[in-house]
Nanobody, 121 residues
Framework: QVQLVESGGGLVQPGGSLRLSCAAS????????MAWYRQAPGKERELVAA???????NYANSVKGRFTISRDIAKNTVSLQMNSLKYEDTAVYSC???????????????WGQGTQVTVSS
């Protein structure tokens, strides 16, 4: 069984930094795209940042220049470094990945359980 587990959320003051991490585990053959999404109360889930297996990245306009996504292919992890955090960054952040499992040898889309990020003074 494949699963994604996030860590690193918490409470931070405006202007502060947090680093989120997500580890994929289980019977994994390969991972293609990995991404971070977030959902604030009363809002729809939105893509924050994504990274391909080749290292190409894509960011939401609202986080460009402040957030950096990275991945360690050998360790099956993806991280999100968040700097200059703003009140409006408060949300539940979830990890997402396209993973080919050894069981099926087909790609499936997987989600982590989510981690809360709260920006407050």
């Amino acid at each position: 069984q494949v699963q994604l587990v996030e860590s690193g959320g918490g409470l931070v003051q405006p202007g502060g930094s947090l680093r989120l991490s997500c580890a994929a585990s289980g019977r994994i053959f390969s991972i293609q795209n990995m991404a971070w999404y977030r959902q604030a109360p009363g809002k729809e889930r939105e893509l924050v940042a994504a990274i391909t297996s080749g290292g190409s990245t894509n960011y939401a306009n609202s986080v460009k220049g402040r957030f950096t996504i990275s991945r360690d292919i050998a360790k099956n992890t993806v991280s999100l470094q968040m700097n200059s955090l703003k009140y409006e960054d408060t949300a539940v952040y979830s990890c997402n990945a396209d993973i080919r499992s050894l069981a099926t040898m087909r790609y499936g889309n997987y989600w982590g359980q989510g981690t809360q990020v709260t920006v407050s003074s």
